[in-house]
């Protein structure tokens, strides 16, 4: 009996690899049409196929594609004695280094010792690639154009490279956009003006941003507008289910809404430029001095900003506070399933002379009874900002950085005079005057239009602009009812009746 020196593999059988190409529109190939081509050279060759493995839009320079891991390991672990592609370039674009690791798959050549460990499968591809030499032949010929084909591969991938960087830069220099998604408040649409494509304001996307900034200018930080972002229906981020503080702060600090198109060099921010050595630019979301007081407020830390983000519970949460040590109120839920508002520190002796709690159900509904009673009718106001002086800083810091490069490059006496103007420029400009003047203006709703159109966290904002406090005294046993005498509301009637006052501060107590 003749001695098996290396297990069984099912003969007549074939593993085949399909990449579709995201690299250039010219090898847009059909991922039916190159299945169809394997499949039909396994059916002329007699092979039964055991696995089609597909990488949808994975680089040749990928070397662990799922797909192409998976075909490699058919062979290696015995599952086939073919492995079939369409073409080489579809196999890798990687050159000699990743021919190496098809060459030990279908040599079956263990990859530390280089001895052969199995049974040698066959390579084939649809263009006439073919690993057998046939009956007492030399696979050098394979070997030799097996590594050139696969170097010509990794050559066209860094032509194909070279070629859509110079596009890109054609493109953006000339004002259209070469590709890949718009950054947020921007829409690729068809250039009216000629060839390709440019990038207009998004409507939606621009109007989140501006509400937004001035959210920030008016006095929330990042973490209150990042809660109010999350309650807006379809305005998502690109690429998560929801904002947080980074990903909304990286917009709203973002050169796109200033209107700025920069490459990055060395990790630093470079303006592109065209033919001329213009700036190349786009429509800007906010004008220069909002979005400098935007990002000279985003540059200070709140060291509170996290509690301030933290997403209320229930309707008056952080606004009703207990009689007996002025704490903000928690909620609790009792054994019997009723919730209520209760002292934190009643728990604990001596923290609170008289803690108090009361019915959550029942003080949202009279809170908000009350409330739309007395001002339900009334109009809505928001605030805005208007912006002055904020932009010369960020001008005259520019005018600096250039006038630094400038000397670097050449150390002459005209460029350090450039750098003095530009130093005492840039001093004029901080001690200037920056004003950001928040005023109030009707949207054209009532309040109770507001109220009615406004989910739980967003009426307990309405809420907390309008009452500075709700005081909880002690009540009493009965019927289950609030005695309206126990609380102690203390309002700000400037903000729900939209009059202007340029000196209100949030938190200040008005009677």
């Not at 990286?250 to 700025?260: D, E, R, S, V």
């Not at 001329?276 to 830390?301: F, H, N, W, Y």
């Not at 928001?382 to 002086?389: E, L, M, P, S």
Request: include cysteine.
């Amino acid at each position: 009996m003749a001695r098996t020196l290396f297990p069984t593999v099912p003969t007549n059988t074939a593993s085949i690899n399909i990449r579709l190409s995201r690299e250039a529109a010219e090898e847009n190939l059909s991922r039916d049409g190159m299945r169809k081509d394997c499949i039909a050279l396994c059916e002329r060759m007699g092979l039964r196929v055991v696995a089609v493995h597909i990488d949808d839009g994975v680089s040749g320079s990928v070397r662990n594609r799922p797909g192409f891991v998976a075909w490699l390991d058919d062979a290696r672990e015995g599952r086939c004695d073919h492995l079939v592609a369409w073409h080489v370039d579809r196999m890798t674009r990687e050159g000699v280094n990743v021919a190496a690791l098809i060459l030990d798959a279908i040599e079956d050549k263990d990859p530390e010792t280089g001895k052969q460990v199995r049974q040698k499968v066959r390579l084939l591809d649809t263009k006439g690639l073919d690993s057998d030499p046939g009956p007492g032949g030399d696979d050098s010929a394979f070997r030799f154009k097996f590594i050139i084909a696969a170097e010509i591969a990794r050559a066209e991938r860094e032509r194909m490279r070279d070629r859509n960087r110079a596009a890109h830069r054609r493109a953006t220099a000339a004002g259209r956009w070469s590709g890949g998604p718009p950054p947020y408040g921007f829409q690729a649409v068809d250039n009216p003006d000629g060839p390709g494509v440019v990038l207009v304001h998004q409507p939606e996307e621009v109007a989140f941003i501006r509400e937004a900034a001035e959210r920030i200018l008016t006095g929330q930080n990042i973490s209150q507008v990042t809660r109010w972002a999350n309650l807006q229906s379809g305005m998502k981020p690109r690429k998560a289910e929801n904002w947080n503080r980074r990903s909304l702060g990286h917009i709203l600090n973002g050169f796109p809404i200033q209107g700025k198109v920069v490459a990055m060099v060395e990790d630093k921010p470079v303006p592109v430029v065209d033919e001329t050595g213009t700036p190349v630019t786009l429509e800007p979301i906010l004008d220069a001095d909002t979005s400098a007081a935007l990002r000279q407020k985003l540059a200070v830390r709140n060291p509170n900003e996290a509690k301030a983000g933290r997403k209320p519970s229930r309707l008056l949460s952080g606004i009703v506070q207990c009689s007996g040590c002025s704490s903000r109120m928690t909620v609790g839920r009792r054994g019997n399933g009723h919730i209520n508002y209760r002292c934190p520190e009643g728990a604990t002796d001596g923290l609170c002379r008289r803690p108090v709690s009361i019915s959550a159900p029942l003080l949202e509904e009279l809170i908000e009874t009350g409330f739309l009673r007395t001002y339900g009718d009334n109009p809505e106001y928001v605030k805005r900002a208007q912006v002055a002086g904020a932009a010369l800083i960020d001008e005259a810091e520019e005018a600096k950085t250039a006038a630094l490069n400038a000397l670097s490059a050449a150390p002459t006496a005209e460029n350090l005079q450039r750098l003095q103007e530009a130093d005492a420029t840039l001093a004029e400009a901080i001690a200037m005057p920056r004003e950001t003047r928040v005023t109030l203006v009707p949207t054209g709703r009532t309040v109770a239009e507001a109220w009615a159109a406004s989910s739980m966290e967003e009426r307990r904002d309405i809420l907390a602009a309008n009452y500075v406090s709700i005081m909880v005294g002690p009540g009493k046993r009965g019927k289950r009812s609030i005695d309206p005498s126990r609380l102690t509301i203390i309002s700000q009637p400037t903000i729900a009746l939209g009059h202007q006052d340029e000196d209100w501060t949030p938190g200040k107590m008005v009677g």
